[in-house]
């Protein structure tokens, strides 16, 4: 797919699948922007893309005043938005009877408050006819012990999404959601036994994990023009993980 002169903005974007996503963008021959909270994350992830089209900013957007500074970032380059994704989250896991209201507030400010108001804040720099893409979870669809707090979060983030659809339709803004199953990112590799990835791939159709490139190349699809006719739509990369747990 052909990304010349289009500007992307990842959220998230300095690891896993907005790592990827980046990289795909990059090879495709887009300009990109990632952001992260982590400015050593971020810096290795430019010497891995090693790109004069890639840009970095820390930028927390799990509050307000780093939203701000992504925005503020945009509109002082000038650039209009041909693809933002928004990537950034994080889960906290454990039964219901032991989530503190830390645990609660910092996963909805992450998750919904961020790309609620990320997307709030650079609307008016979104060229028309871009695409909006929001990194959600099977995890909405489920319900799966211990998760009740980032399924909450992800639900919620599928309902701004397609609302977003219909209030972003006038100007010809494309805006859908990618929904991953287990994905096999760098971190979980490296904290996950063997045995725990085992027993996780046992329990998808296709009986392995995802990998972040295949991610990004749904996302790439479903930004380029071959997808100019889907808005509203949640798409699930999941090798058949809800599906094969309602078997």
């Not at 509109?75 to 009877?97: C, H, T, Y």
């Not at 006819?129 to 909405?140: D, H, I, P």
């Not at 992800?154 to 010809?172: D, Q, Y």
Request: hydrophobic letters at 50%; proline letters at 2%.
């Amino acid at each position: 797919m052909d990304f010349r002169n289009k500007n992307i903005v990842i959220t998230g974007g300095s690891t896993g699948i907005g790592l990827a996503c980046a990289e795909a963008f990059i090879a495709a021959g887009a300009k990109v922007w990632i952001t992260g909270r982590n400015s050593a994350n971020l810096h290795l992830a430019a010497s891995s893309i090693n790109s004069i089209n890639l840009k970095t900013l820390v930028s927390d957007t799990s509050n307000l005043a780093g939203i701000a500074d992504l925005e503020k970032a945009i509109a002082e380059s000038g650039i209009k938005i041909d693809v933002l994704l928004l990537n950034a989250g994080m889960g906290l896991f454990g039964p219901i009877a032991t989530v503190t209201e830390a645990d609660f507030d910092i996963q909805f400010n992450t998750n919904v408050k961020g790309s609620f108001f990320t997307l709030q804040q650079l609307m008016p720099h979104l060229a028309n006819g871009s695409s909006v893409l929001f990194t959600s979870s099977t995890a909405a669809s489920a319900a799966i012990v211990e998760s009740s707090v980032y399924a909450a979060t992800k639900a919620a983030i599928n309902k701004i999404a397609a609302i977003a659809a219909n209030e972003l339709a006038p100007r010809k803004i494309r805006v859908n959601i990618i929904s991953p199953g287990p994905i096999a990112t760098a971190g979980f590799e490296s904290t996950v036994a063997s045995e725990a990835k085992a027993q996780l791939a046992a329990g998808i159709a296709l009986q392995r994990m995802g990998k972040p490139e295949e991610i990004a190349k749904t996302v790439l699809f479903l930004s380029s023009d071959d997808a100019a006719f889907i808005s509203g739509t949640e798409l699930l990369v999941d090798g058949g993980f809800i599906n094969y747990a309602l078997k």
